[in-house]
């Protein structure tokens, strides 16, 4: 989709008044893009932890305490 077609097609959502319109655009552009794409997996977790990664559910169920208070 073209930047001209994107924002006549698509209301544009408020961003915070600090980030920089070139950025905005930027990252409107990129999300655009990417719409629908599945995300890269990569082994960084494993890397960065020593572990896998876990699903939010599982990281969740670990820690429901924690949730709770």
């Not at 990129?30 to 890269?40: H, I, L, M, V």
């Not at 082994?43 to 896998?52: E, M, N, Y």
Request: hydrophobic content about 40%; cysteine-free.
């Amino acid at each position: 989709m073209s930047r001209a077609a994107r924002k006549s097609s698509v209301p544009r959502p408020p961003f915070p008044p600090f980030l920089p319109a070139e950025i905005t655009e930027a990252l409107l552009d990129y999300w655009t893009a990417t719409d629908g794409s599945a995300a890269e997996i990569t082994g960084d977790t494993v890397k960065l932890t020593s572990r896998p990664a876990r699903t939010f559910a599982a990281r969740t169920s670990g820690h429901a305490d924690t949730f709770r208070a």
